[in-house]
């Protein structure tokens, strides 16, 4: 079955370096997301993607954020200057239609910011 | 805004026990809602979705049904098993929103 995969699995970081974040999509889909799990909270949207642009985007992200698809495959979720608090869990979404269609999660990016 | 409300947890069960995670809900428009479930190192996968009233969303024993009157979606399932060991999340996806949002989750322990 086709499944969302994340790379790395776990990334430790000092403040204020740069990280990236990477996704591979299931491959016929055409919707992509982000969302993080800061450790014992609430699992929180970050930015969805459609056709090379952002959808929509929450207020956590922030223009220390950037995602892009560098070509048809990966997904990236870039932290231009890591602070403490995106110390978290970052998940990969994809869905193919957008909208109520459920969506696919991949394992996850466990962050660690010194 | 849109939000979710997910019982506390963490809750410990013994096999075969009967289960119930309650969850609430509030949203503008017509929800889809869904179960997900995280297993120790893992990712969310889904577990059932309901994408209207008074559906029924089933899966690997567990289920749930989307109450409009009572804005809730709670799960449940009739006897666990320890590999149903995990966290819940329940979502919802409204599409004035067009992301997921997710409660708190619910971790379960079942011991043999």
């Known amino acids: 079955e086709p499944e969302v995969t994340q790379t790395p699995s776990h990334q430790v970081t000092q403040m204020g370096q740069e990280v990236i974040l990477r996704c591979v999509p299931i491959?016929?889909?055409?919707?992509f997301y982000w969302y993080r799990q800061i450790l014992g909270q609430k699992v929180e949207f970050l930015v969805s993607f459609y056709n090379n642009e952002i959808s929509e985007k929450s207020e956590i992200f922030d223009d220390q954020f950037s995602v892009e698809r560098p070509d048809g495959s990966n997904f990236t979720l870039k932290i231009r200057s890591t602070k403490l608090e995106d110390s978290a869990m970052y998940f990969c979404a994809s869905t193919r239609t957008g909208g109520y269609e459920t969506q696919y999660f991949g394992p996850g990016t466990r962050l660690l910011v010194l | 805004g849109n939000s979710v409300t997910q019982m506390e947890g963490p809750v410990t069960l013994s096999e075969e026990a009967f289960l119930t995670i309650n969850c609430t809900y509030t949203a503008t428009g017509y929800p889809s809602l869904f179960w997900y479930v995280q297993y120790p190192g893992e990712g969310l996968q889904l577990l059932l979705k309901?994408?209207?009233?008074?559906d029924k969303g089933s899966n690997k024993g567990f289920e749930a049904t989307y109450r409009k009157e009572t804005t809730s979606f709670h799960l449940e399932k009739g006897s666990v098993q320890v590999s149903d060991s995990a966290v819940y999340f329940c979502?919802?996806?409204?599409?004035?929103?067009?992301?997921?949002?997710f409660g708190s989750g619910t971790q379960l322990t079942v011991l043999p």
């Open positions: 309901a994408t209207k009233a008074d």
């Open positions: 979502a919802l996806y409204a599409g004035s929103a067009r992301q997921l949002t």
């Open positions: 491959s016929n889909h055409l919707y």
